[in-house]
């Protein structure tokens, strides 16, 4: 049994889709990126019926590649600002995180990791603007939406971070996956911000010096 096709993105990228996101206040803007470092915003309810009976749709807007403020190697993530879907942000190989105004497809301000940029995420839950961004350092960088600069940097994995997601209900929880094959979690409200850390067997194990987290069996409790 095969699922019928409902809609058909029109091809607007030239090379490999690394990203995608939608939208998390009408549920209809789909953004797509990746290693032809174009950016292509499509209208999922802007579309025309084809001949073969399927809707298309085509993008609406795009950062061509050839954009002078677009990013010059291949971008690795986008995603919504959560809140209000006027912003959003991509991660880049150039070392680069981006905040973009989404009405005019324009840049409003960057970040500079100085190294290749793998993932980033936002929270959910409006309890701050801290972008997290992961990269081939060993550092977790939060980067600040109000103020335009780095809040913190988490000493995370030491061979790279591949990935992170906050917490979507604490909002200053943030779990992390390291290339060593670890998995993190951290309070960034805490001087000691690792709660606990999950090695390649599955064990946990709790920070030495956090009294509010126990290993239970395999799996950690943690209490804020």
């Given at each position: 049994?095969?699922?019928?096709?409902?809609?058909?993105?029109?091809?607007?990228?030239?090379?490999?889709?690394?990203?995608?996101?939608?939208?998390?206040?009408?549920?209809?803007?789909?953004?797509?990126?990746?290693?032809?470092?174009?950016?292509?915003?499509?209208?999922?309810?802007?579309?025309?019926?084809t001949a073969?009976?399927?809707?298309?749709?085509?993008?609406?807007?795009q950062i061509?590649?050839?954009?002078?403020?677009?990013?010059?190697?291949?971008?690795?993530?986008?995603?919504?600002?959560?809140?209000?879907?006027?912003?959003?942000?991509?991660?880049?190989?150039?070392?680069?995180?981006?905040?973009?105004?989404?009405?005019?497809?324009?840049?409003?301000?960057?970040?500079?990791?100085?190294?290749?940029?793998?993932?980033?995420?936002?929270?959910?839950?409006?309890?701050?603007?801290?972008?997290?961004a992961t990269?081939?350092?060993?550092?977790?960088?939060?980067?600040?939406?109000?103020?335009?600069?780095?809040?913190?940097?988490?000493?995370?994995?030491?061979?790279?971070?591949?990935?992170?997601?906050?917490?979507?209900?604490?909002?200053?929880?943030?779990?992390?996956?390291?290339?060593?094959?670890?998995?993190?979690?951290?309070?960034?409200?805490?001087?000691?911000?690792?709660?606990?850390?999950?090695?390649?067997?599955?064990?946990?194990?709790?920070?030495?010096?956090?009294?509010?987290?126990?290993?239970?069996?395999?799996?950690?409790?943690?209490?804020?």
């Open positions: 049994m095969a699922l019928s096709e409902t809609k058909r993105m029109a091809r607007a990228h030239s090379a490999a889709v690394h990203s995608l996101a939608i939208d998390n206040i009408e549920h209809r803007y789909l953004l797509s990126t990746g290693a032809d470092i174009s950016i292509q915003l499509y209208d999922l309810n802007n579309f025309e019926q073969t009976c399927s809707r298309q749709v085509a993008p609406t807007s061509a590649a050839n954009t002078a403020s677009t990013h010059t190697r291949l971008v690795s993530g986008i995603d919504w600002y959560p809140l209000d879907n006027g912003m959003f942000t991509t991660s880049s190989f150039d070392h680069t995180l981006r905040v973009w105004d989404a009405e005019s497809m324009t840049e409003a301000c960057q970040f500079d990791l100085e190294s290749r940029v793998f993932s980033h995420c936002m929270s959910y839950t409006g309890g701050h603007a801290l972008i997290a990269d081939e350092s060993a550092h977790i960088r939060l980067c600040d939406l109000r103020t335009g600069s780095f809040a913190q940097s988490l000493l995370a994995h030491h061979s790279g971070s591949m990935a992170a997601a906050w917490s979507p209900e604490q909002p200053f929880v943030l779990a992390s996956g390291g290339i060593d094959g670890t998995l993190k979690l951290w309070d960034i409200r805490r001087a000691d911000s690792q709660l606990c850390s999950f090695g390649h067997s599955g064990d946990s194990e709790a920070s030495p010096s956090d009294s509010s987290s126990t290993a239970i069996g395999g799996s950690m409790v943690v209490e804020l």
